[in-house]
């Protein structure tokens, strides 16, 4: 793997760790309006202790659960069926261990949209990389002006008339032979410059030549087996897993991965609290910053863990997020 396909993995897992990517992660406050409510949490000093408290249970929670589903999908000696066996083994586990009926619920439906969009990403390949970037004409044989037809004949009969014009059959294949090889040769050098950079200084110009940074780009099968598993019922689908057998697919690095996600649960909190407490936004940042250190420890520790560790802590934030089902107003889903 080069250092450009590195960065594009990484920038695929940022994708969908992104505040953007629509699979519904910021209408969720993982009961966190509920202490709200309860007149817990009032000011930044409180919401930072409550990170604090979150990222305490998180390796054994989504994180723990994103992070074994990552190793169990990278894993180059796990076979397509021993994985659908760990999957389906950890599914069955984290849902039991999901105590709070609007969490699970939230975290299938993210799960499903999350599969739903890389479906259409990995399509994408098809539409962009069709191989006819140059001579005006189409994979059909159509040519850019509309007109169908074999584009090596046109061009020879366009240019030396038909055998009437004294020109022979053995004369006519050898231009079409000759015709076909500058197309070739056309096309192959408009792909060569597509990946070379001219760099113009005082001294020449260089030429650099550009690595590839789409492999690993398109193509999900972790997630894709994870959801023929959830299509048959054999799973309900959780978002932590499916975001790691995603990163499986897709990410540099499962570590490296586990952070971005576990970041991208701290956003999502900061910006519920942000609206319910309220809190500044100045004084979200702040304790999300302070967050940092605790994340990474959080993440270490959870690549550390074994399934039967997770569901080890974390009581009261549960009960927390089942109060939330019954309180009078409510600005989030969970």
């Known amino acids: 793997m080069n250092a450009n396909e590195t960065e594009a993995r990484r920038l695929a897992m940022l994708q969908v760790c992104d505040s953007v990517f629509p699979v519904g992660s910021f209408a969720l406050s993982n009961g966190m309006e509920t202490f709200v409510q309860r007149d817990m949490l009032r000011r930044g000093d409180d919401f930072e202790e409550y990170v604090k408290n979150y990222l305490d249970i998180a390796p054994y929670k989504e994180i723990g659960q994103m992070v074994l589903a990552g190793k169990y ?14 999957l389906i083994e950890l599914d069955e586990l984290a849902s039991a261990l999901q105590s709070a009926r609007e969490i699970r619920e939230g ?5 499903s949209r999350l599969v739903t969009l890389a479906t259409q990403m990995d399509a994408g390949q098809a539409q962009t990389s069709d191989g006819h970037r140059s001579g ?3 994979s059909d044989g ?6 169908r037809g074999n584009p090596q004949s046109d061009s020879v009969a366009a240019t030396h008339g038909s055998a009437d014009n004294g020109i ?9 032979s000759a015709t076909a090889e500058s197309d070739t040769s056309d096309i192959s050098h408009a792909d060569d410059r597509e990946h070379d950079i001219i760099a113009v200084h005082e001294q020449g110009t260089e030429r650099h030549r550009l690595q590839d940074a789409a492999d690993g780009l398109y193509g999900s099968p972790a997630l894709e087996l994870y959801a023929e598993l959830i299509g048959t019922g054999q799973c ?5 897993i499916a975001m790691g057998v995603y990163a499986a697919d897709h990410a540099p690095d499962i570590r490296d991965a586990a952070i971005m996600y576990g970041y991208s649960l701290l956003s999502a909190l900061t910006m519920c609290a942000a609206k319910a407490i309220p809190l500044s936004q100045y004084a979200g940042q702040v304790a999300l910053h302070n967050s940092f250190p605790r994340l990474v420890r959080a993440v270490d520790i959870a690549m550390t863990l ?3 560790d997770l569901g ?6 549960d009960i927390a997020a089942m109060q939330h089902e019954t309180l009078y107003s409510r600005l989030y889903m969970s």
Request: hydrophobic residues 25%; proline residues 4%; glycine residues 10%.
């Open 236 to 240: 309900r689908g959780l978002h932590p």
């Open 142 to 147: 159509q040519s850019s002006d509309g007109r």
């Open 136 to 138: 005006g004409h189409h």
């Open 168 to 176: 022979t059959d053995a004369t006519d294949a050898s231009i079409a």
């Open 73 to 86: 999908a990278s894993d180059s000696r796990m076979r397509r069926k021993g994985l659908a066996k760990h």
């Open 312 to 317: 080890i802590s974390g009581a009261f934030i």
């Open 107 to 111: 975290s299938e439906r993210m799960c």
């Open 306 to 308: 074994r399934p039967e």
